[in-house]
């Protein structure tokens, strides 16, 4: 009765990856647990989850160099095997909340998420393939668009392209606080997104501040975002705090893939009960203040309480 938060399955958002082919399930092996899933199996994987009742996912693609360009130009192409995979999942289970990532670096050749022109990302030039790029995925069918850019201006450029095209309910959950972090390894081997040369830190946030991240928050909040995001998430709590109490929007935090595969690695050794730190982990944004939580451990949270493991 006078316990003050709980984390519930409809608080969280899987992440998964998608690659083209059929048949493919493939281990990342920095993030045991989770796969590179071709969209036949992971069709049957989200069947799984929404038995467990997880109903919110969001895609990160791994796309073939062969694919990338400097213009990113694969990310809106009609074939895109990403925008090809969302149609038949909201097909399938058209009352899940299906999430994309909007960023230039899943298709980019340079591996950045804006273009890159003489080693400096141009801002200006990003917009418009960002535009493309979301409005493509709001025809496929994904409910909630993730730019991950960090691009100044981005959530106003995309929400009045949206609008214009008559997808007014198409919802943003802006990366508003992305840190350059070091706990992004193993999503990037994952998807095999490094950047070919130089590092994110000219757009992505410094770890050291947090007065920005309140700028950052008013500027997506009056651009249209429904959503703020704060990632990562352990080592910002108190980001997340200070998000929750200077906005009324909902606030999502990505619990990032180092901070996963630090946990695992930990539990593996016996050092720690992963039954017990896990959720302990997961509680800790949501007692932060985060609404929805994005974490490699949501099947697993969702077993565990399926089993009654989970107060």
């Not at 994987?45 to 791994?62: R, T, V």
């Not at 069918?141 to 960090?150: N, Q, T």
């Not at 509680?283 to 089993?307: E, H, M, P």
């Amino acid at each position: 009765m006078v316990r003050e938060h709980r984390v519930e399955v409809d608080n969280l958002i899987y992440p998964l990856f998608l690659v083209d082919g059929k048949g493919v399930k493939d281990e990342v092996k920095s993030l045991p647990g989770n796969f590179r899933w071709s969209i036949d199996l992971l069709v049957e994987e989200i069947a799984d989850c929404i038995e467990l009742g997880i109903g919110s996912f969001i895609l990160f693609p791994a796309v073939a160099d062969s694919l990338k360009d400097k213009e990113a130009s694969y990310s809106y192409a009609e074939d895109n095997f990403y925008l090809e995979a969302a149609r038949k999942i909201k097909s399938k289970f058209p009352n899940i909340c299906l999430i994309s990532d909007v960023a230039m670096d899943p298709y980019s050749s340079d591996g950045h998420d804006g273009y890159v022109e003489n080693g400096e990302i141009i801002n200006d030039r990003t917009l418009p393939i960002l535009n493309k790029m979301a409005l493509a995925q709001a025809q496929a069918g994904f409910d909630i668009l993730g730019p991950s850019d960090m691009m100044d201006g981005r959530v106003e450029s995309i929400r009045e392209n949206l609008d214009a095209n008559g997808f007014y309910t198409t919802g943003i959950m802006s990366y508003t606080a992305k840190y350059a972090s070091a706990f992004y390894g193993p999503f990037r081997d994952a998807l095999d997104s490094a950047p070919k040369g130089g590092d994110k830190k000219t757009y992505q946030m410094d770890p050291a501040n947090c007065k920005e991240a309140i700028r950052e928050a008013i500027l997506d909040e009056s651009e249209g975002a429904d959503y703020l995001m704060v990632k990562p998430g352990l080592p910002y709590l108190d980001i997340v705090k200070t998000l929750s109490e200077e906005s009324t929007l909902p606030i999502a935090v990505y619990n990032v893939s180092g901070e996963c595969a630090m946990l695992m690695a930990a539990c593996e050794k016996g050092w720690l009960d992963y039954e017990k730190a896990m959720p302990e982990m997961l509680l800790s944004f949501k007692r932060a203040g985060a609404t929805a939580i994005l974490t490699y451990f949501a099947k697993d949270f969702a077993k565990l309480k399926k089993a009654g493991k989970i107060d």
